[in-house]
Structures are given as C-alpha cells and as structure tokens.
C-alpha cells in the first residue's frame, strides 16, 4: 500500500511569490490534514479537507488555502511568501472516521520551503 | 484553549529506559497519541491512549495517563540507538477533530 506522497520535496521561492503544494493520500483515504513545522512553533495545523470539503481550520491568515479533488488528493496555496512562511510543510492522510481512527495520522514526509 | 508541553531534549544511554513526558491542559482530550519523527521524515504514530485508561503496553512501549494531572508519558524500554528520533505528544479532544501537537522530545541514544 503507498504511502502519503507530498511533492515537491524542496522548493526555494522570493517574497511575494506564490506556492503550491500537493499530496496524494493513501487509497482508500477522504481526509486530508496539512501542517506547518517550524523550529519556533512546532506543529501547527493548517485545515483539513473530507470529501473535498474544509472541514476544519487553523488560525492561519487567508493567504493560506487549499482545496481538494474528487480522488482526495488536495493541495494547499501560500500566496504572497513571506520570510517566516519558510517551514516544512506537512500533509497527512486519515480514513476520515470518528473515534480513535480521527487521530491516526498518516503523514507524509514533507515538502520544505525556503522563502528568500 | 488546548496547551501541550513537553521537555525539549532527552539523553540516554543505549539498554536503558527512556520516559519521555508530556502535559496537557484540556480535560476534555478524548485520545492521546504518540508519534515518532526521524530526521527528514514524517511523523509516523507509534501508540496511542483513550482517555479512559491509565496504561497501554505494547511491545516495548509502555503509556501512562494521568487524567487528574493531566499527564502522559511514553516510557521506551531497552533504548536503541534507531529510536534516536523526536517524539511529540498529541491530544485530540471530544469537540474537535483536528491533533494538537506538542513542541516534540528530541531523545538522543548514546552508544
């Protein structure tokens, strides 16, 4: 069974410029969880998306979005980078279900971005 | 709101037994989980605790939950130098779906 695969794995950009990431779940999996790592914040969670609909947000500023597609992968958008926008950034996949099964992750392994 | 701390860093000799702590605020957490990240990886979950329980074992992990403390710790029995990695607790409570994630233990194994 595949993993999460997040791509790209590295990316430099400038201020100002926008980003788009993207992850391909597990099959099988509907839920779709982004977050940013920082050595200074930890893990914050950005949204997730469950059959192509938010359904939960972080407190992140609107430049941050995402979307899903109908065979679950999704992407998240950064626009107009900021220097502390540099992260690794996150994406893990779940079944999607309540109970325990809510909080079984399946991350991937990221994708960093440089923002210079 | 939800908080949870952990200590930055651990050492430890290889063979001993590692207790990695964490404490949370939120006394409605459902579950709690443990995940492992090793350096350019992601995490990957290790075990997790409903909050019912006062301990979980599996294999050489063992959990342990203070509910009235508000505590948890993953005790890492025999310690090998690949269990080298950060560990970060996480809380998931009954109102929301999303983990809240400690600041992560950096555990350093020494031969």
């Known amino acids: 069974k595949a993993g999460v695969t997040q791509t790209p794995r590295y990316l430099i950009k400038t201020r100002g410029q926008q980003v788009t990431l993207s992850c391909s779940p597990i099959?099988?999996?509907?839920?779709v969880s982004w977050y940013q790592q920082t050595p200074g914040q930890g893990l914050q969670f950005l949204f997730e998306?469950?059959?192509?609909?938010?359904?939960n947000k972080g407190n992140f500023p609107g430049r941050f979005s995402g979307r899903q597609f109908s065979n679950s992968r999704s992407e998240m958008n950064v626009s107009t980078l900021e220097l502390g926008d540099s992260a690794l950034y996150l994406c893990?996949?779940?079944?999607?279900?309540?109970?325990?099964?809510?909080?079984?992750?399946?991350f991937g392994e990221g994708s960093r971005l440089t923002v210079l | 709101g939800e908080d949870v701390e952990q200590s930055l860093f651990l050492s430890v000799r290889e063979g001993d037994s590692s207790v990695i702590n964490c404490t949370y605020t939120?006394?409605?957490?459902?579950?709690l989980y443990w995940y492992k990240q090793e350096p350019g990886a992601g995490l990957q979950l290790l075990t997790y605790?409903?909050?019912?329980?006062d301990m979980k074992q599996d294999q050489r992990l063992t959990v342990l939950l203070n509910k009235k403390d508000k505590h948890l710790s993953l005790r890492i029995a025999d310690t090998q130098t690949g269990d080298s990695a950060i560990y970060f607790c996480?809380?998931?409570?009954?109102?929301?779906?999303?983990?809240?994630f400690g600041s992560g233990t950096q555990l350093t194994v020494l031969p």
């Open positions: 998306y469950f059959s192509e609909t938010q359904r």
């Open positions: 605790i409903f909050s019912n329980m």
């Open positions: 893990a996949s779940s079944s999607g279900l309540a109970g325990v099964a809510a909080g079984e992750l399946f």
């Open positions: 099959s099988g999996h509907r839920s």
């Open positions: 939120d006394s409605s957490s459902t579950y």
């Open positions: 996480a809380e998931r409570t009954g109102s929301a779906r999303q983990l809240t």
